[in-house]
């Protein structure tokens, strides 16, 4: 049965993955400012997890939990900060795929501190990443871009939180990581938003609260269903299977914001989304 409930989780986390980064966009090319809709998608799942809190046991005597639980939110929200500030010039067909090199980081995390070093297959795996890259991004110059950077600083980011996350959830549960995902990404992506967008502060559109409360939820459902899946399988392979959204969002891509070369990019994807798999399942 528990393999059940995991493979829902990990269908739900893909399916609100994909949406929420369609909002998302859909609010930066309305002109809402991407720090701003980084800070409102946590305060809303702020205002969720109230309930939550006379239902879970957080440990706030523990002093490992509060030092990961404060590394897990600062790099949270900076994550989704940057995710958003992607969107705003990318396209979500491109962006999408991407987040696939999180394997190659993590390939080189793991040599850097843990002195681990690819086997074959993790070389095979980083070979497939290159060669559906280029498939996508058709040239190496397509790095300098800014969606780019933004999207790989976001996947740089999401890494280290993955790894925060599932220490929490070891010394706590699922709902108190999910709770402590909400209320410190969004007191983090408040500071994040007072620094960079300061004088220049909007009030957000209240023609646009609908895309707001439905990114949160979408937002939120892939926090919760992220933080079930952790408790649950290895984070490798969990992260190998939360791949599978880059298909998603180039239909989506192709579907709601006409974005071009779509038998391209699935082809590209697919090559990636095998190569990925191949470094966080067999590549160490």
Aim: hydrophobic letters at 55%.
């Amino acid at each position: 049965m528990q393999i059940l409930y995991n493979f829902l989780a990990i269908i739900i986390r893909i399916l609100t993955n994909s949406m929420s980064n369609v909002f998302q966009k859909k609010l930066s090319l309305e002109d809402e400012n991407p720090v701003v809709v980084n800070f409102i998608n946590y305060f809303i799942l702020c205002i969720f997890s109230i309930p939550l809190i006379f239902l879970a046991n957080i440990p706030i005597t523990n002093i490992n939990f509060i030092i990961y639980a404060l590394l897990g939110g600062l790099t949270g929200a900076i994550c989704n900060c940057f995710m958003v500030l992607a969107l705003k010039r990318g396209e979500l067909s491109v962006l999408g795929p991407i987040n696939s090199y999180k394997a190659i980081i993590g390939l080189i995390f793991g040599m850097i501190i843990l002195h681990e070093f690819p086997n074959i297959f993790g070389l095979i795996g980083i070979a497939l990443i290159i060669i559906g890259s280029y498939f996508i991004l058709e040239t190496p110059k397509a790095f300098l871009k800014k969606d780019i950077q933004y999207r790989i600083y976001a996947l740089i980011f999401s890494a280290i939180e993955a790894v925060f996350i599932k220490k929490v959830i070891i010394l706590s549960s699922i709902t108190t990581s999910f709770i402590t995902s909400s209320f410190l990404g969004a007191i983090f992506s408040f500071i994040i938003m007072s620094i960079f967008s300061g004088k220049n502060f909007k009030i957000p559109s209240r023609k646009h609260t609908i895309i707001y409360i439905l990114t949160a939820i979408c937002f939120g459902l892939m926090t919760f269903t992220t933080a079930y899946v952790f408790r649950y399988m290895n984070v490798g392979y969990a992260l190998s299977l939360f791949q599978l959204s880059i298909i998603i969002n180039v239909i989506l891509g192709y579907k709601l914001f006409n974005e071009k070369n779509l038998l391209k990019k699935l082809i590209g994807s697919l090559i990636i989304l095998i190569g990925s798999a191949t470094i966080m399942i067999y590549g160490h």
